[in-house]
């Protein structure tokens, strides 16, 4: 079985910052795209950032320039860098992985059980 972990939530003001990280565990041969999404309660999940192997990154509108998505392949983590935080950041961040597990040729997508991160003054 796979696990994605996340760690890293928390409660900050606005204008600071958090790191959130996704770690992925279990018969792991191989991980193509990994990305962060959030959710608020009564709304859909909606994509954060995501970054392929290659190592190329997409952003939500909102977080772009605020926000920055990497990846250690050695670990099979990727982090989150948030930074001026903003009250509507408020959610449940989840990771998302398309996992490649060993005996297998096909991926499978993955979800964490996701971290809450709360902006208030």
């Known amino acids: 079985q796979v696990q994605l972990v996340e760690s890293g939530g928390g409660l900050v003001q606005p204008g600071e910052s958090l790191r959130l990280s996704c770690a992925a565990s279990g018969r792991i041969r191989s991980i193509n795209s990994m990305g962060w999404y959030r959710q608020t309660p009564g709304n859909q999940r909606e994509l954060v950032a995501t970054?392929?192997?290659?190592?190329?990154?997409t952003y939500a509108d909102s977080v772009k320039g605020r926000f920055t998505i990497s990846r250690d392949d050695a670990k099979n983590t990727i982090y989150l860098q948030m930074n001026s935080l903003k009250p509507e950041d408020t959610a449940v961040y989840h990771c998302?992985?398309?996992?490649?597990?060993?005996?297998?040729?096909?991926?499978?997508?993955?979800w964490g059980q996701g971290t809450q991160v709360t902006v208030s003054s």
């Open positions: 970054i392929a192997p290659s190592g190329t990154t």
């Open positions: 998302n992985a398309d996992v490649r597990k060993m005996g297998y040729s096909w991926y499978t997508n993955y």
